[in-house]
């Protein structure tokens, strides 16, 4: 079978696309399909001749393929509305994640009059091209079961034309379980520093959670891993001894292996979060806020992970991990099995060519 996948040209800088689109093209070319990528603008321009050669390369490569893929959102929408209009093939707009829901979920710690009005322009946006998506697309793919569910009640659109294709994670061999420390623990974050996972992921960590556990007297350190941080950031990170940045980590069992549990505090409810399918494939115990850990419909409270949702809920927990009132190596153990049973590449690119092989032309 060929199919096409149309991304955007600086997928491969962004590890949220990156992660997603590299594993399934291994893996469905591993399954004896040819996969072909073709990068395109993030941005269309009716004005630009490029766009020209851009359509007359798709219909090269159309000429004998199964299947057309668009992601995310704006690939999938510039794709069908002005590339491949007359294409009469199998269509997918792989979404992974629906903006709308995104900025529903986030509209909250928009405080100032100009962020709101920013973000509620981007719901139009968003709104008017998940509209198209779901109108003109054979099929959609979302990467979580909470913006299925938030897509079917909020458009009409029949239940089949939506697939569930969670993301996958690469697990290690050799798992990093936890037995902290009496002294202290070890409390880890991974982050970028672009401004908007700042403030919807970095942020309620940094200024609300730390300073809540330092005032609590927990004894605790934490590790940052993640490129970006700017002179700003690391002249805040120097006024306490307990963060320690790490910047870019090479080999993430460096990392993992020195950290005794993982926070999660992302405010948007859409989506997947990768780096909570990482932290359990190294049979790591996860903490975050509940809508973290949603779209796990196999996961289960209490076995798997740990939700807090407030700094008192953040303090009560890892003090009880302190003084081993929680088993993390119990809890590194379930999620590492979750991962292995579900969300391997390999079992969830099964789930797409189950769809592409039952909707082949």
């Keep these: 079978m060929k199919i096409v996948f149309v991304v955007p040209n600086n997928y491969k800088s962004v590890g ?39 359509k007359e390369d798709i219909y090269k490569v159309l000429q004998d393929a199964d299947c057309i893929l668009g992601y995310p959102l704006n690939q ?73 569910e938030f897509v079917k009640s909020h458009y009409n659109v029949s239940k089949q034309k939506i697939l569930y294709v969670p993301n996958g994670t690469t697990i290690p061999e050799k798992a990093y379980y936890s037995d902290p420390n009496e002294e202290s623990i070890t409390i880890g974050m991974l982050t970028d520093f672009e401004p908007i996972n700042l403030k919807e992921n970095f942020y309620p960590f940094i200024d609300k959670i730390i300073p809540a556990l330092e005032n609590s007297g927990l004894k605790f350190n934490v590790l940052i891993a993640g490129k ?78 740990l939700s807090a949702d407030n700094c008192d809920d953040f303090v009560r927990i890892l003090s009880d991990v302190a003084n081993k009132k929680i088993n993390c190596k119990a809890f590194g153990e379930k999620a590492r099995e979750l991962v292995k049973q579900n969300y391997t590449w390999t079992s969830v690119t099964r789930i797409l060519m189950e769809d592409l092989a039952s909707n082949r032309n």
């Design 228 to 305: 970006g941080a700017d002179e700003k950031m690391m002249k805040r990170f120097s006024q306490s001894n307990r963060i320690h940045y790490l910047g870019y980590v090479k080999d993430l069992a460096d990392f993992y292996g020195g950290v005794d549990v993982i926070i999660s505090t992302v405010y948007k409810r859409s989506g997947i979060i990768n780096r909570i399918l990482e932290a359990w494939g190294y049979g790591k115990l996860v903490v975050g806020f509940s809508r973290n850990f949603e779209t796990f419909s196999d996961a289960i409270e209490g076995v798997h992970y």
């Design 16 to 54: 949220g696309m990156k992660l997603p689109i590299s594993n399934h093209k291994r893996c469905l070319e591993m399954l004896g399909n040819e996969v072909i990528i073709v990068e395109i603008p993030y941005h269309y321009s009716p004005f630009s001749k490029a766009w020209d050669k851009i």
């Design 76 to 148: 999938a929408y510039i794709l069908k509305k002005y590339l491949i209009r007359n294409y009469k093939g199998y269509t997918i707009a792989f979404l992974a994640d629906s903006l709308r829901l995104h900025e529903e979920s986030v509209r909250g710690i928009n405080k100032r009059l100009k962020d709101f009005m920013a973000g509620f322009l981007r719901w139009l946006l968003y709104t008017k091209k998940d509209r198209f998506c779901l109108c003109n697309y054979d099929k959609i793919i979302y990467s979580s079961t909470v913006d299925v």
